[in-house]
């Protein structure tokens, strides 16, 4: 007998061990299970990696809202001396009533003492373009952010003006609970941005002894990083 002989023989010979028939609808079952399973860890994954990324989400978000604003306290106005002359722009605010249009200027004057310095002035001005300043405060324009912050009370006709040092495309502001709209004019001549809030029924009651909230954003509407509370 050659090797490819036994080699035969030896293929015909019947196994040592007998294996039992497959159970074809139990290994059906098993894989189905095992399937149903990948799928569940699989979905929960995603679910977990798309709760991960709202999360961060909805966290920038209120992060964002939460530095929005930032208090301010409302300085007092005093008297405009009526001969005080605008310096540069003449800014109109847009509101008027029976006195005329309340518009909003710097003034170069000198105090007791004889030093220079830079005042805001909120003014009336009539049709024939005469102002009749009302109240002022002085005005530091070193310093980036905002500056000056003041009541339009008791000339009641324009609730809160004040101006902001540095690039600054809108402001937002928060009083009372509710927004204050507020508006805001560049004036080149100084390298500032004035700001006044336009009338609101519950706006009337801003004193100096009211807190605001006050923000500033760039062009591009982010949060200026000295866009919160008075420039210092």
């Known amino acids: 007998m050659n090797d490819v002989d036994r080699l035969r023989e030896a293929m015909a010979e019947p196994p040592d061990q007998c294996f039992a028939p497959v159970d074809v ?8 299970r095992r399937r149903a399973r990948r799928r569940l860890l699989t979905g929960a994954a995603m679910i977990v990696a798309f709760m991960a990324v709202a999360g961060s989400v909805l966290g920038v978000q209120i992060f964002r809202d939460a530095q929005d604003h930032s208090t301010v306290t409302v300085s007092a106005p005093h008297t405009a001396a009526t001969d005080v002359v605008p310096m540069g722009t003449v800014v109109d605010t847009g509101i008027a009533d029976a006195e005329g249009r309340a518009v909003l200027f710097f003034a170069h004057v000198r105090d007791a003492t004889g030093s220079a310095k830079y005042q805001l002035v909120l003014a009336h001005k009539a049709a024939d373009g005469k102002l009749t300043p009302t109240l002022t405060i002085d005005a530091d324009l070193s310093g980036n952010g905002f500056h000056s ?3 339009g009370h008791p000339g009641s006709y324009v609730p809160l003006f004040g101006f902001f040092v540095g690039p600054v495309q809108h402001f ?6 509710g927004p204050l709209p507020v508006d805001g004019q560049r004036v080149p001549e100084l390298n500032v941005t004035i700001f006044w809030a336009l009338p609101k029924y519950d706006a009337e009651g801003i004193t100096q002894a009211s807190v605001v909230q006050l923000s500033a954003f760039d062009d591009q509407g982010a949060l200026l990083d000295y866009g919160q509370g008075p420039g210092r």
């Open 172 to 177: 937002k502001s928060v009083y009372a609970g």
């Open 25 to 32: 609808a139990r290994v059906m079952r098993i894989g189905g």
């Open 149 to 151: 912050v003041t009541t």
